[in-house]
């Protein structure tokens, strides 16, 4: 996981950086706790995403904030090759034991992700090994490495697998580095979804304790450059002390007004050779941002490195930009950064985007505090949840009753039974996706009778004492498409239905949520399901602010509703995350969904049905991040929608469920099951006899956020 830092006056305290389908469409391993850390609550408004949305929103209607008649022109940068070679370490402490009978004791896999993004080239893996009682001689170390590789790898062991000979490393006593040099022959076809494996088969100890892997690999970009800047340096760095470890270069001199840097060199000596260099890389935007560690062994007593800067970064870069840059251990305690080389753009232009009504007016702070928190004690109500997927859900695009609409994707219809047999289990939330598309007339009025049969389901929860979360759904597959060509007509009809829902349950308590959207996307779209696009994401955001001031201007209870609001897509990637914009309103709560890890939760890897540290380990850097961006600082999230289709693996299954959650709830973040009524998919309880078709699973779930 990315660190991220709160700014504080000044730099934050140095030593923290030593530390070292789809729903309905489808560091530190030391343990499984996990603490949470006290934070202020930090105010996040709308400015949070505003030069994203003034950059994407406005071509090719620019206009400048300046009242002049110059002509509008958009500046085009020269674009340069950027190579970076480094090193990333990811801390592990996990124990391998070579007598056991499970290939999950033996074996320890790492998601690539970790390390790498799409297109990167895996030249090495160093694996760091202490015996486990940190004494006893490893003697000889034997054992084997293994890597996920794309369908077309010719030189696969396995489809999509290839696995390493065997080999043997000399310990030294009671250490041993294992380092696996990847074959030139697959490092092309290394997806940074797949996964990393050691195994551990023979040693003079029984147990080793994995406590690093490092991920050696080059990455190439191309950045767009206008000027290039050398900043001489000289200054020693010793990792010995948080005070000297490292060191803050100020670019606001260098950037000027409108610079985004978008590559950096540095250049580090030392009297000696370095033998493995560690740090890491640092930058300011609206929070500070630190790299993962850096490791790069070499015996030479000069490194160059280069820091290609992620758009995370760029795109949230503070007015006072300063470059961080950290020595965390080498074998010399001292090293001199002799100079750094900047890679910049320019023409870097703020523009106002043209509104057709006025922005909402600002909350104050300890009105948007108080929001936050009466958002918060809500969710914390909510111990788990259900989703009654593809039911009101289901649509097509043809003509059809009500009730054809309900049962068309093969559920039977919505009950009382069925609604009680949800609490009965444990259950005290469900989630009711509705997809309004086909119940809507050309002036957007939403056929009475749907309306009726949606809160009669809902009235069915309601009479349960349940928390009710009532969606827009596949509405956002059918029409409701995020591009700045459409938004207008989107947002009409977005805004028409809203009323109308926010009307029809205007008198119910708090114990009814509205959620704007499911999953806003472009349908087929290249970044589809990974954050799309900048204009994407901004016409997201001004959908839900619109949401938001729809149901807070009509009547009853619903100027005081909690609200759901989610990401470009429902996604967890940075860029989803990064790029949402919180309306103007505390008493929200974020839904993300996350189907991780991929390849065990969908049927589209038939062969991959066991849960192992690589999927736990992914998990909790997930949930880690949720924490660290919103829950930490007062932002309420759920996570609307998890789940694994059946594989024939219902025990790992219970396992899965029972994990996933107990994580969640240790980072205060109730999780709704993703059912769609499909014993062989996601469906856990037969809709037809109101029984459990995995009761196991279901029980999991209850035990692990009862304990």
């Not at 979360?469 to 805004?495: C, G, Q, R």
């Not at 028409?496 to 996307?521: C, M, T």
């Not at 914009?581 to 969904?593: A, E, M, W």
Request: aromatic fraction near 10%; charge should be negative.
């Amino acid at each position: 996981m990315k660190k991220s830092y709160q700014i504080i006056s000044g730099i934050l305290a140095l030593s923290m950086f030593c530390t070292a389908f789809t729903g309905c469409s489808g560091n530190d391993l030391q343990t499984d706790s996990f603490v949470p850390t006290e934070r202020p609550v930090e105010i996040l408004t709308s400015e949070t995403a505003q030069e994203e949305e003034e950059n994407a929103m406005n071509k090719p209607e620019m206009k400048p904030v300046a009242e002049t008649s110059l002509p509008e022109t958009e500046h085009i940068s020269p674009t340069e090759t950027v190579t970076s070679v480094l090193g990333t370490q990811i801390d592990v402490d996990a124990v391998l034991n070579r007598d056991s009978v499970e290939d999950s004791g033996k074996n320890y896999s790492m998601p690539l992700s970790r390390f790498i993004e799409d297109g990167d080239l895996v030249t090495s893996f160093t694996f760091i090994f202490y015996s486990a009682d940190g004494k006893s001689s490893i003697g000889t170390y034997k054992g084997g490495c293994g890597i996920s590789v794309t369908q077309d790898c010719p030189s696969a062991t396995n489809k999509g697998w290839y696995q390493s000979d065997d080999f043997s490393v000399q310990a030294d006593g009671a250490y041993v580095e294992v380092t696996w040099n990847v074959p030139a022959e697959i490092q092309n076809f290394i997806p940074k979804s797949g996964t990393v494996q050691i195994g551990y088969w023979w040693g003079d100890t029984t147990e080793v304790r994995l406590q690093n892997v490092i991920c050696n690999y080059s990455r190439k970009a191309e950045i767009p450059v206008d000027n290039t800047e050398n900043i001489a340096v000289g200054q020693n760095l010793n990792y010995s002390s948080d005070s000297t470890n490292t060191i803050s270069i100020p670019l606001a001199d260098v950037l000027g007004n409108d610079g985004t840097p978008q590559a950096v060199t540095f250049e580090i000596a030392s009297e000696s050779a370095l033998g493995k260099f560690t740090g890491a890389f640092g930058m300011n935007g609206n929070e500070w941002y630190m790299s993962d560690t850096v490791a790069v062994f070499t015996d030479a007593s000069n490194l160059s490195l280069t820091w290609i800067i992620p758009e995370e970064v760029k795109n949230t870069l503070s007015e006072s930009p300063e470059l961080l840059f950290s020595y965390w251990w080498g074998k010399p305690e001292n090293i001199v950064l002799q100079s750094v080389t900047i890679k910049y753009s320019t023409g870097r232009v703020f523009y106002t985007l043209e509104q057709e009504q006025e922005p909402s007016e600002p909350l104050d702070e300890e009105a948007l505090k108080a929001d936050r928190e009466k958002a918060s004690a809500l969710v914390a109500n909510i111990k788990v949840g259900w989703n009654l997927g593809n039911s009101l859900d289901s649509y097509d695009k043809r003509s059809g009753t009500d009730e054809d609409y309900e049962t068309l994707w093969g559920n039977a219809k919505t009950t009382q039974t069925l609604i009680d047999t949800i609490k009965k289990k444990g259950f005290n939330a469900v989630r009711i996706p509705v997809s309004w598309t086909n119940h809507l007339d050309e002036n957007g009025n939403v056929d009475g009778l749907w309306m009726e049969r949606v809160q009669e389901v809902v009235d069915y929860a309601m009479h349960d004492e349940l928390y009710v979360i009532l969606n827009m759904h596949h509405d956002d597959f059918t029409w409701l498409t995020p591009t700045k060509d459409a938004e207008t007509e989107v947002t009409e009809k977005y805004v028409k239905v809203w009323s109308q829902i926010a009307e029809q349950f205007q008198d119910y308590d708090e114990h009814l949520l509205f959620e704007g959207l499911n999953e806003p996307r472009v349908i087929g779209s290249p970044n589809e399901w990974t954050g799309g696009t900048a204009e994407e994401r901004t016409v997201i955001n001004h959908l839900l602010q619109k949401f938001v001031d729809t149901v807070r201007s009509s009547g009853g209870y619903n100027p005081n509703r909690t609200l759901v609001i989610t990401t470009h897509a429902a996604s967890i990637s940075d860029s989803a995350l990064d790029g949402l914009r919180l309306p103007n309103d505390g008493n929200v709560v974020l839904s993300i969904h996350n189907y991780a890890p991929y390849k065990l939760t969908t049927d589209e890897f038939p062969d991959v049905r066991s849960f192992d540290d690589a999927g736990k380990y992914e998990l909790k850097q997930e949930f880690d991040k949720l924490y660290e961006k919103f829950v930490s600082r007062g932002i309420p999230v759920i996570i609307g929608e998890f789940g694994a289709e059946d594989k024939d693996n219902a025990t790992v299954r219970s396992a899965y469920y029972a994990y996933y959650v107990s994580q969640a709830k240790e980072r205060n973040i109730p999780c709704f099951v993703w059912d769609n009524g499909a014993k062989d998919s996601y469906g856990l309880l037969d809709r037809n006899s109101c029984t459990w078709y995995y009761g196991n699973i279901a029980d999991a779930v209850i035990n692990a956020v009862n304990s």
